[in-house]
C-alpha cells in the first residue's frame, strides 16, 4: 500500500524551473534518506541529489548550484527544486528512499526502499 507519488514534470524552456514533489502514501511512520535520480534515453540512471534524515545534503556536480533538495518531515514529502535548466537536463526523474511503516508487533517498525514510477522533465526550446 506504501506508494512513492510524483509530481511536477512537464516541458520548460532552457533556463526555467520546475518543482519536482515526491510524497510517500499509506500508512507511514516516517520517512528516511531520500533521493531523486534521473534517466535520460539511452543512458544509465544517476544519482541526482540526496537529503538524509540529518546531515547534510548531496548533489551530481551537473546540477550543483541549480538544483536544491529539500523535505517536510511532517508531510512525508521530499521536493527537488530545478532552476536553470537546460537540455542535457531532459531526462526522467526518479524519486527514491525508506520508507518506515509500523509492523504487526507494536513498538516494532519496518524500513523499506521503494522507488516513485518517474516523471518527465523535457526542457527545449
Known amino acids: 500500500q506504501v506508494q512513492l507519488v510524483e509530481s511536477g514534470g512537464g516541458l520548460v524552456q532552457p533556463g526555467g524551473s520546475l518543482r519536482l514533489s515526491c510524497v510517500a502514501s499509506?500508512?507511514?511512520?516516517?520517512?528516511?534518506?531520500m533521493a531523486w535520480y534521473r534517466q535520460a534515453p539511452g543512458n544509465q540512471r544517476e544519482l541526482v541529489a540526496t537529503?538524509?534524515?540529518?546531515?547534510?545534503?548531496t548533489y551530481a556536480d551537473s546540477v550543483k548550484g541549480r538544483f536544491t533538495i529539500s523535505r517536510d518531515n511532517a508531510k512525508n514529502t521530499v521536493y527537488l527544486q530545478m532552476n536553470s535548466l537546460k537540455p542535457e537536463d531532459t531526462a526522467v526523474y526518479y524519486c527514491?528512499?525508506?520508507?518506515?511503516?509500523?509492523?504487526?508487533?507494536?513498538?516494532?517498525?519496518?524500513?523499506?526502499?521503494?522507488w516513485g514510477q518517474g516523471t518527465q522533465v523535457t526542457v527545449s526550446s
Open positions: 499509506g500508512i507511514i511512520s516516517s520517512i528516511g534518506a
Open positions: 527514491n528512499g525508506d520508507v518506515v511503516t509500523p509492523s504487526d508487533t507494536p513498538s516494532h517498525y519496518y524500513m523499506k526502499n521503494y
Open positions: 537529503i538524509p534524515r540529518l546531515g547534510t545534503t
